[in-house]
Each structure stands twice: as structure tokens, then as C-alpha cells.
Nanobody, 115 residues
Framework: QVQPVESGGGLVQAGGSLRLSCAAS????????MGWYRQALGKQRELVAS???????NYVDSVKGRFTISRNNANSILYLQMNNLKPEDTAVYYC?????????WGRGTQVTVSS
């Protein structure tokens, strides 16, 4: 069973940038539509960005123009470049598949944006 491992979070001031990484071992990574999810305190987990096997991307409106999702299939790594961060981006960020039965959730990586 694949369990993703997220990293790269931290504390940043509004307007700053972070780059998140997600390692998902196994050759099946390259065959899946992958996504970055986030869960703010007291809120439901939401999908914020997704990427197909051939790198077609989709974003929730609140992050369009600020976040960029990318993938390295050879090394089974998913990335999320986050620019112009806002306090409302504060959440725990997770990666997982987008379609089919999801993998077990990893521990996520905390992103905190101060105003």
C-alpha cells in the first residue's frame, strides 16, 4: 500500500513562497492523476490542484495564478510551488490520487502564513 510522504511546509509571511514535495513510492505513481489537498483547522479537506499523467493541470479558483503543480514521474515525486501566499492558505497540505480508491493519507506538511 502506497503512503505518500509530504515535506516542505513551514512558517512564511504573507506574500512569501514555499515549495512542497510529495514522495510516493512505487511505479504506479506515473499512471495516476495526482493532487494536492489541504485541510484548514475546523474545515473539510479540499482538493486545490491536480495534474494528469501528461501534466494537464487544474486548480481551485482561490489558488489560480499563485500555485503551480508539477510532477516527476521518473522519481515518483509531486510538487506544489506556492507563491504570493495568503493567511487563508494556512492548512495542512497532503498529496494523494484524485481518481479511484485513494491511498492511505500521509502525515501532511503544515503551511502557516502570517499576516
Amino acid at each position: 500500500q502506497v503512503q505518500p510522504v509530504e515535506s516542505g511546509g513551514g512558517l512564511v509571511q504573507a506574500g512569501g513562497s514555499l515549495r512542497l514535495s510529495c514522495a510516493a513510492s512505487g511505479s504506479i505513481f506515473q499512471f495516476n492523476v495526482m493532487g494536492w489537498y489541504r485541510q484548514a483547522l475546523g474545515k473539510q479537506r479540499e482538493l486545490v490542484a491536480s495534474i494528469t499523467r501528461v501534466s494537464n493541470t487544474n486548480y481551485v479558483d482561490s489558488v489560480k495564478g499563485r500555485f503551480t503543480i508539477s510532477r516527476n514521474n521518473a522519481n515518483s515525486i509531486l510538487y506544489l510551488q506556492m507563491n504570493n501566499l495568503k493567511p487563508e492558505d494556512t492548512a495542512v497540505y497532503y498529496c494523494n490520487k484524485v481518481t479511484g480508491t485513494l491511498w492511505d493519507w500521509g502525515r501532511g506538511t503544515q503551511v502557516t502564513v502570517s499576516s
